[in-house]
């Protein structure tokens, strides 16, 4: 790269900063001192600090940097705070991406995969996190996906894995199943953007996350307050614990014919059913088609329909479509008629694959109701607003808590809470319903047609059936030169010497299983592994994990809120229950945080729009990288990518090394410890005093609130105000000198750990600073100079009164006074209750 002059970024600025060499100088010294080891060690309180693994895919950028950069704040802060920290990296290295990527480029996805990796080792170390290397992972290698198998066997045992038919999204050029993520545009598949995706039945590996759904939900009680708010709000709704009632509807007309049993929350509208509507899977449908007069048109209307894959997230946007099916239900409350339609809105996996539907009640209802003309009854009245008018209503009435029934007959004139219980009680009394609480979560599909994952430890074996790989087999290995194609069966069914195996039980010619596992297998439980990576006797031993867990910061993207945090918290409960650990919940508390965008979208290869963490870490060094990512935004917000405050942050930091390479020489004989700051001059005094203040701040900013943007802010005031009193050569003692120049070091240490090394011993320090505790402020001339004090009358705020700290009672009751006079109005004040340097309240008599 070519020199950019005497003060650019890149090279050596007239200042002598040069952060190539200097951060290659200090991250050789700290792999040589294994600054960043850890051990399990009970003497010590501990701290593990963990970023999501990342997927090691094309060349990471600055959007990546700065998941890394806060987490590698809290770990340097901690360890400064004297925690035994365990901060690890790995990688979730298997995917269909990969197999993808590897048809491609012609190789093989080990060998894609482990050059990406390489990579993103090289620029994570090149940015100097600080990351206990000796306990990395990946996921794709025998060592690590042998215990996924092992887990999937404890799991089998215990009938948490199972095997059975099940609807998919199939693509049928990729001859996968596809997730839901993968369906784009309205039914494509996302790979082959000209091949409609298809739902078809087949069998299907799963793991019972259902067992657990209670205490998936109830758990989240345990994690308020460490979590964010919006993340258990998804949780729960994504688990969508619903307590109702099943009622079953007879077919008119159909002797012996199945009722349909519908799920419900608001038995209370069931007067208001005006039509029942059925998922285009549901197993009645075609024999309710059967010599139905809409049979020939209905069937083209379900093929498409069944064909045509629906996403939970679209119901509510989607456009409503549906058929009647030329058949009619009876209501079991009144015996009423009502048709029986096919939507594409009702989906089999929810409830029964089977509505009423309450228009008056139900927006979704509301609208698919409007659309095919059928009648609209309203049943619940609000109490305090006009009375709704079936045919002018255009927004449905859902309130339960709000209404009174009408239209309902011996039902009428009760709230919807009393209605719901009544008419719970009359269809179990009668027969044809019982009250039941169900959930949205479902079973977790872990087979993926795919070469790039872990193979499902089981044969088929004409004798026994399916049986187990035993333990001593495991792992069953990936054959090594499988034919890649991206197009028909999966590639493991056609490697013959894959394949074809012998029963471990008759010892007869078996086939293996060809499924691989969902990847999300994968980062459920790699977290635990880091206590314990090259343990080859168990997935990890019990005791190091019980020391390390739970995880105390867990940071990556809302994006993972959902499914990886809810299949690791299911895998934490299954492992407790297998007795492996002793704790309920993986992670006590989580971060997530903002995008790093450029041109108002987040950084992404596809787009073109991604600035390289190597090019920064070249052109303005690491410590520039970190700092700017640190300081543009709050690190719970997205943030715009700027290359103009990149560049302010560069000569930030040339500022600070100046600074400190023009006064280290003169204070160099210096001995440390604190300064005398009674004997102090106001010079000296206002420099402590900024230096003790923004330490103050600085501290409760990495504690307890992680406004590194604010930190960073504040130490850029106090560099400047250090600026502002030169030439401190005059008037200002060594000693003080030295104590504000090293506390200003010390606050940069864990955003800029390079460049902090290299002042500190420019400070004359022969230890590294990993040796050198957090500072404590001194609380007296952290003080601010002045606080603003809010005044009360009676218990009323009247203003806010800016006085200097620290004030006595008496003279801050009698500041009060004057301020609130026009409020006190000559009476008489009986009381004051003070609250120093934060409140007086004046209680007035009469």
């Known amino acids: 790269m070519a020199e950019q002059g005497t003060t650019g970024a890149g090279g050596a600025a007239a200042s002598g900063y040069d952060p190539q060499k200097i951060e290659a100088k200090w991250q050789r010294r700290w792999a040589e001192a294994r600054v960043f080891e850890s051990e399990a060690d009970p003497s010590k309180p501990k701290y593990y600090v963990l970023e999501m693994l990342p997927y090691p895919s094309g060349t990471m950028h600055m959007g990546h940097m700065r998941n890394y950069a806060i987490g590698d704040v809290v770990a340097r802060v901690k360890r400064m705070r004297g925690f035994n920290v365990l901060h690890p990296m790995g990688w979730d290295a298997f995917g269909l991406p990969a197999e993808n990527a590897a048809i491609k480029n012609k190789t093989h996805p080990r060998t894609w995969t482990n050059r990406n990796i390489a990579?993103?080792?090289?620029?994570?170390?090149?940015?100097?996190?600080?990351?206990?290397?000796?306990?990395?992972?990946?996921?794709?290698?025998?060592?690590?996906?042998?215990?996924?198998?092992?887990?999937?066997?404890?799991?089998?045992?215990?009938?948490?894995?199972?095997?059975?038919?099940?609807?998919?999204?199939?693509?049928?050029?990729?001859?996968?199943?596809?997730?839901?993520?993968?369906?784009?545009?309205?039914?494509?598949?996302?790979?082959?953007?000209?091949?409609?995706?298809?739902?078809?039945?087949?069998?299907?590996?799963?793991?019972?996350?259902?067992?657990?759904?209670?205490?998936?939900?109830?758990?989240?009680?345990?994690?308020?307050?460490?979590?964010?708010?919006?993340?258990?709000?998804?949780?729960?709704?994504?688990?969508?614990?619903?307590?109702?009632?099943?009622?079953?509807?007879?077919?008119?007309?159909?002797?012996?014919?199945?009722?349909?049993?519908?799920?419900?929350?608001?038995?209370?509208?069931?007067?208001?059913?005006?039509?029942?509507?059925?998922?285009?899977?549901?197993?009645?449908?075609?024999?309710?088609?059967?010599?139905?007069?809409?049979?020939s048109e209905g069937e083209p209307k379900l093929a498409k329909m069944r064909q045509a894959p629906v996403k939970t997230e679209d119901?509510?946007?989607?456009?409503?479509?549906g058929f009647f099916t030329g058949r009619y239900a009876l209501n079991p409350f009144n015996e009423e008629k009502i048709p029986i339609w096919v939507g594409n809105f009702v989906l089999m996996e929810y409830g029964t694959g089977a509505i009423m539907a309450v228009p008056a009640h139900d927006q979704r209802d509301l609208e698919f109701c409007r659309k095919y003309k059928l009648p609209?009854?309203?049943?619940?009245?609000?109490?305090?607003?006009e009375e709704l008018s079936s045919e002018k209503l255009e927004t449905a009435f859902d309130e339960h808590t709000q209404g009174l029934l009408v239209n309902s007959g011996p039902f009428n004139g009760l709230s919807p809470e009393e209605a719901i219980a009544k008419m719970t009680a009359f269809a179990e009394q009668k027969g044809f319903g019982r009250g039941q609480t169900i959930y949205r979560l479902?079973?977790?599909?872990?087979?993926?047609?795919?070469?790039?994952?872990?193979?499902?430890?089981?044969?088929?074996?004409?004798?026994?059936?399916?049986?187990?790989?035993?333990?001593?087999?495991?792992?069953?290995?990936?054959?090594?030169?499988?034919?890649?194609?991206?197009?028909?069966?999966?590639?493991?069914?056609?490697?013959?010497?894959?394949?074809?195996?012998?029963?471990?039980?008759?010892?007869?010619?078996?086939?293996?299983?060809?499924?691989?596992?969902?990847?999300?297998?994968?980062?459920?439980?790699?977290?635990?592994?880091?206590?314990?990576?090259?343990?080859?006797?168990?997935?990890?031993?019990?005791?190091?994990?019980?020391?390390?867990?739970?995880?105390?910061?867990?940071?990556?993207?809302?994006?993972?809120?959902?499914?990886?945090?809810?299949?690791?918290?299911?895998?934490?409960?299954?492992?407790?229950d297998l007795g492996l650990i002793k704790h309920n919940e993986p992670v006590a508390r989580l971060f997530t945080q903002g995008m790093v965008q450029k041109g108002g979208v987040a950084m992404s290869k596809s787009l073109g729009n991604v600035v390289g963490a190597e090019d920064m870490a070249q052109k303005y060094g690491a410590?520039?990288?970190?700092?700017?990512?640190?300081?543009?935004?709050?690190?719970?917000?997205?943030?715009?990518?700027?290359?103009?405050?990149?560049?302010?942050?560069?000569?930030?930091?040339?500022?600070?090394?100046?600074?400190?390479?023009?006064?280290?020489?003169?204070?160099?004989?210096?001995?440390?410890?604190?300064?005398?700051?009674?004997s102090a001059s106001l010079k000296e005094k206002a420099l402590l005093r900024k230096t003790h203040q923004t330490l103050r701040r600085v501290t409760s900013d990495f504690e307890t609130r992680w406004h590194f943007n604010a930190a960073i802010a504040l130490i850029m005031e106090l560099t400047n105000d250090i600026y502002a009193q030169e030439p401190l050569e005059q008037g200002v003692r060594p000693e003080i000198r030295r104590e504000v120049l090293e506390l200003l070091t010390l606050m940069l240490a864990p955003m800029t750990p390079h460049l902090a090394e290299e002042l500190w011993e420019m400070l004359s320090h022969s230890e590294g600073l990993w040796k050198v505790s957090w500072p404590a402020f001194n609380q007296e001339l952290a003080r601010d100079e002045e606080v603003e004090v809010v005044i009360q009358v009676n218990g009323k705020v009247r203003g806010r009164m800016t006085v200097p700290a620290g004030l006595g009672r008496n003279e801050l009751i009698e500041r009060a006074e004057v301020y609130a006079a026009k409020y006190i109005n000559g009476k008489r004040v009986v009381k004051a209750i003070v609250v120093p340097d934060k409140l007086v309240n004046l209680v007035l008599a009469g």
């Not at 119901?315 to 479509?321: D, Q, V």
């Not at 560049?647 to 400190?660: A, H, Q």
């Open 315 to 321: 119901l509510a946007t989607m456009e409503k479509e």
């Open 119 to 295: 990579q993103f080792q090289k620029v994570l170390r090149r940015f100097g996190f600080s990351y206990d290397w000796r306990r990395e992972i990946s996921t794709c290698e025998p060592e690590y996906y042998r215990w996924n198998q092992w887990f999937f066997l404890r799991m089998l045992e215990r009938g948490l894995a199972y095997r059975k038919k099940s609807l998919v999204n199939w693509c049928p050029k990729c001859s996968t199943v596809l997730a839901n993520e993968q369906v784009v545009n309205g039914g494509y598949c996302w790979r082959h953007e000209d091949t409609r995706v298809e739902s078809r039945e087949i069998e299907q590996w799963f793991l019972k996350t259902t067992a657990y759904s209670d205490q998936l939900l109830d758990d989240l009680k345990q994690l308020e307050g460490g979590w964010p708010e919006r993340v258990i709000l998804m949780q729960k709704n994504w688990i969508g614990k619903s307590q109702g009632a099943k009622v079953k509807f007879a077919v008119a007309g159909a002797a012996g014919a199945a009722p349909i049993e519908i799920f419900t929350t608001r038995i209370d509208t069931i007067y208001g059913a005006t039509a029942i509507i059925l998922a285009p899977m549901h197993p009645l449908v075609t024999k309710l088609l059967e010599g139905s007069p809409s049979r």
């Open 623 to 678: 410590d520039t990288g970190r700092l700017y990512t640190l300081f543009a935004a709050p690190p719970e917000k997205d943030l715009e990518w700027s290359e103009e405050s990149i560049e302010g942050s560069w000569r930030f930091l040339n500022r600070v090394y100046r600074l400190i390479e023009r006064h280290a020489e003169g204070i160099r004989a210096v001995k440390g410890g604190r300064a005398d700051a009674v």
């Open 442 to 576: 479902r079973d977790w599909g872990i087979s993926r047609q795919r070469y790039w994952g872990t193979p499902i430890p089981v044969v088929y074996c004409g004798k026994d059936g399916m049986v187990p790989v035993p333990d001593k087999d495991l792992p069953v290995l990936l054959p090594p030169n499988p034919k890649l194609t991206g197009e028909g069966e999966s590639p493991l069914a056609s490697t013959p010497e894959f394949v074809n195996t012998t029963c471990p039980k008759c010892g007869g010619p078996a086939r293996r299983e060809t499924d691989t596992m969902d990847t999300f297998v994968d980062s459920s439980w790699y977290f635990y592994r880091y206590c314990d990576p090259r343990n080859d006797k168990a997935p990890y031993d019990s005791e190091k994990v019980g020391y390390w867990f739970p995880i105390d910061q867990y940071i990556g993207g809302i994006t993972h809120a959902i499914l990886h945090l809810l299949y690791s918290r299911f895998w934490c409960k299954v492992m407790r």
């Open 376 to 385: 609209v009854r309203v049943v619940v009245q609000p109490l305090e607003v």
